[in-house]
Structure formats: structure tokens, C-alpha cells
């Protein structure tokens, strides 16, 4: 039997940067305090504290890996590393206040849109005591993140094997490594952190790849005092590098188009990414590190020392198919057996971000609004039609590819805060945006999309692979995003 909680006016779901932005813009910017945010780990920082894998770090700079109206002039380097970003996420809570409305090993289990209270009833469930509660509330605002649930790793003999298998996503910080045969399964940016933070300790290491990928040297730079002691109180200093910084990653944005200055460019980043392949990785792997498709199709990995790891006599990668697990190995299609201490899973996060649990007017579910509009989407990547007072931060659409995933959170922070005052105010008791809207919003986007690199075939977990429907990335500048949601087109919305 659920016991009911007090009603409250905004519940945000999810405690990393989208639900830190968000509480703290609903402070700063509304001076509102009438709300709860609830996290599903035992700590806030979503992805940031669930990946404490060996060399986990960002791959922007952290000038740009940081909220606008939070800026840190303690970073310790160019790219840090987890602990960093973690300790900055809760820097920030604490600074604005918002610590004290968070409630940790709280999970979202659903919500329905009450149309004569206009409001939403949510039920959740205490991961501590395994208590469900449900809990009305004026406004929904998922913050719930991506990089958080492993993809499946599901093999003959997985049930058998005698030693550890852990992912990057639920490191077990008591796994040991040293002096161990270490499988690693996969090649994408958690893989490529990963081994050559564990390389030296390991007795054998066996990376198992898929799919080619481009690397980009990353030269990781420590940040010196003086420009700590600039950033900190030389006025405007931190505005200038910011901007100097992202205009330099929005640069790289005229690649993504399938046009000839595109096809130029993309020439001209693959031909960087082979000479750093060639120039630091053992011959007998240039193939394996040749990609077949296009540059930025996927994502782009930028290199904090693993190519040249390849070239460590105990380093040893295939692409050569996993089929088989037994208790001491791992088995592939040619019959080869990689004997296995541990195996480390890098194998990715399954899309589980937009499984919301939740039923709008009339009892619409999200899996029926979407095939209405023929896949995931969601007008400026936050609104639905038959979704009244809910939105999402880092909804579908809201990846730019190029810049900070820090960038498109604040821009939609900052329409959902425009969108909301006259709730909060009591003027209007709904708001919703309009079906023609979302729509015309979703036709443009997927045009767009189709004439991008994204197109490609890849096989990116960007697209949808049966339909062809990308619902992650943003086809336009981030120019374009900020001026979209910094003057939103009120004729799109519907109060009531």
C-alpha cells in the first residue's frame, strides 16, 4: 500500500547536471523554493557519479564543461578527471542552496496527468526502506540522464565464469587488477579512458572491438596557478576564454554537413585522426583503427594515451567476435581462447533515458505520442503535446555532437524557466505546447537531419536503424539553439 506525500509544486527527477541546473535556475532566476529533487543513486551527480571507472574524465574543456552562472577556477586541468566534475556538481548544489531539496535513493516509477486538478500524481519508490509513496505535483521536469544504465552483455557461459565482470558504469573499486588476465570489451570513449589507466598493473590486457573509431589527439594540460588566480578574479577573464573556447569547438560544426565544405573538412579531420593512428599504434592495428564511415557520424573519441598503449607488449586487441565465455576465458569466432581474470565491460549504455513511465491526457502514453509523430522527439527537445506542465531537460534532439552537452542543458533550462513563471505565479494553471508546433518543429528536424553526417550509415546509436530516425543529435548551429529557446515563439504554447 503506498502512502501519499504532500503535494508540492515542482518535483525535478534526476540529480546530475540537467536537475542541478535546473534547481538552481528555479532559485536564481524565480527566487522559487517550493520544490524536490529526487535521485536515484545513493548520491547526486547522475553520470558523474555513476562512472568512477580508472581514468574517467570529460573530453571537453572544463572552461566549457561547466554552467555558465557557476563558473570554476579550481579545475586542475584542461580535461579532469571524475572526481573533479563530481566535487564541482556538489560545489554547486551547496552554493545555490539546492543541497537541502534533494532526496537520494528515491526512484521514479511513474506519472499520470490529473486533467480536473491539472496536475500530475507520481509514484515513486524508497530504494532504502522499499516503501512506495505517490506525490501530487503542478509541474514535471525529468532530468533523468543517459549515461547511467549498461547495455546487456549476455553470452553463452557468462553464468560460469569464475571471476569478476564489472562495467564502467558500476565500477566495483575492490576488483583487483594487478597482475591479472583483464578483458575489455569495447572501444568507445569509457574503453579508450580505461586502459591505459589499468595497463601498467594488468599482467595481459585483451581489448575486444566492434567497430573502428576515430581518435583525435588530447593533450591534457595542466591549468597553471596564474590562470586559476585570472579566472578567479580578473573580471570578465572567465567570459572571454569561455567564449574564445566554445567558439573554437563551434568550428567544427561545418563538418557535420553533407555538402562540399563539409566533405573537405571531414577530409581533413580524417586525415588528422590517421596520422596520430599511424604515428603512435602498431601497424599490425591500422586497419582495426580505420573507419569505414565518415567522420562524426559517431562519436568523435579524443585520445588521452590509449593509441600509443596499443604499442605495450602485454596490450592486445582484436576484432575477432566474442562467442563464447568460459570460466577462465573468452572465446571468439576463429576458436581462440584470451585467458580472463576479469572482464571489464565498455560495451555502452542502452537509451533508457526516455522510458518515462508516464501517461498525459487521456491516458496517452509517450510510446503512443511518439509513433504518432513516427519516432522520439519532443519540440525543442524538452515539450510534448498531451504532456501539459512536463518537460525534459536533455530530451531528444538536444545533442549538438560538437560542443558541450553543458551548452544545450542551459539553453533548455532557460526555456522551461520562461515557460513556467506564469504557473509558478498562479496566472495560468497549464501550459502545454500546441500539436501543429511540435510538428512542424519535428518535420524540420528530421529534414535537416538527412542532409547531415549523421546519415551516414554507421550504424550510430544515434539512429533509430529500422526507420532511420535520428533522436539524438541537433542539426543546427548552437547559435541556432540558444536563439531558439533565449526567444521562444510564444504563439507555439497554449495556457490555460
Known sequence: MATQRPFTPVLVIGGGFSGI????????????????????SPDYGGTWFANQYPGCGVDIPSICYSLSFAPNPNFSKV??????????????????????????????????????????INRFKDLTTGEYFTQESKLLISCVGGLVNPNEFNFPGIDHFRGEIVHSARWKHDVVLKDKDVAVVGNGCSATQIIPAIADEVSHLYQFIRTPQYYFPRPNLTIPSR????LRYVPGFDTFFRWAIFLLLESDFAQFYLNKRGERLREKARE????HIKKHAPKEYWDMLTPKY???????????????????????????PIVEIEPQAVVTKSGRHYPSDVIILANGFAVSQFNI???????????????????LEAYKATAMTDFPNFFIVLGPNASTGHTSVIYS?????????????????????????????EKSWSNTLQKALKQRVWADQCNTYYVDQKTGWNFATYPFSSWHLWWVNRFPSMKDWRYE
Open 21 to 40: 541546473a535546473m534547481a538552481c535556475q528555479l532559485k536564481a532566476k524565480l527566487g522559487f523554493e517550493e520544490f524536490i529533487l529526487y535521485e536515484r
Open 79 to 120: 580535461f579532469p578527471d571524475q572526481s573533479e566534475i563530481h566535487q564541482y556538481i556538489k560545489d554547486v548544489a551547496k552554493r545555490f542552496g539546492v543541497e537541502r531539496h534533494i532526496e537520494c535513493n528515491i526512484s521514479w516509477e511513474g506519472g499520470d496527468w490529473q486533467e480536473e486538478n491539472k496536475s500530475w
Open 227 to 230: 590562470w586559476k588566480w585570472m
Open 272 to 275: 588528422m585522426s590517421q596520422k
Open 294 to 320: 565518415a567522420v562524426g557520424c559517431k562519436r568523435r573519441i579524443f585520445d588521452p594515451g590509449y593509441v600509443s598503449c596499443l604499442a605495450r607488449p602485454n596490450v592486445h586487441m582484436t576484432d575477432d
Open 357 to 375: 513511465p508516464i501517461r498525459g491526457r487521456n491516458g496517452t502514453t509517450l510510446h503512443e505520442h511518439w509513433a504518432r509523430f513516427g519516432g
Open 409 to 437: 542543458i542551459e539553453c533548455t533550462v532557460q526555456l522551461i524557466i520562461r515557460m513556467i513563471r506564469p504557473i509558478l505565479k498562479k496566472q495560468k494553471a497549464e501550459v502545454e505546447v500546441k500539436y501543429e508546433a
